[in-house]
């Protein structure tokens, strides 16, 4: 399994809270659906959230 990045964070944080983690591309590819929008709990701003979850941009999946 490759090194992760000292600052990778999960998907679970320790408080109980879920944060997604999304490369560029995947990110612009949702945003590229007309219906991310139609969706009262999707932000593509800061904070993104997707399905009402906080959506973190990283490099690639090594990192978080």
Sequence with gaps: MPEL???FETDRQ???TVLLHF???EWRALLRDPA????ADNDYR???RLAGI???????????
């Excluded at 991310?36 to 969706?39: K, Q, S, V």
């Excluded at 906080?54 to 978080?64: K, N, S």
């Design 46 to 48: 800061v904070p993104r």
């Design 5 to 7: 990045d000292p600052g």
């Design 54 to 64: 906080a959506v973190r941009i990283v490099p690639d999946h090594r990192f978080g």
């Design 14 to 16: 320790a408080d109980g």
């Design 36 to 39: 991310f929008l139609r969706e």
């Design 23 to 25: 490369t560029p591309g």
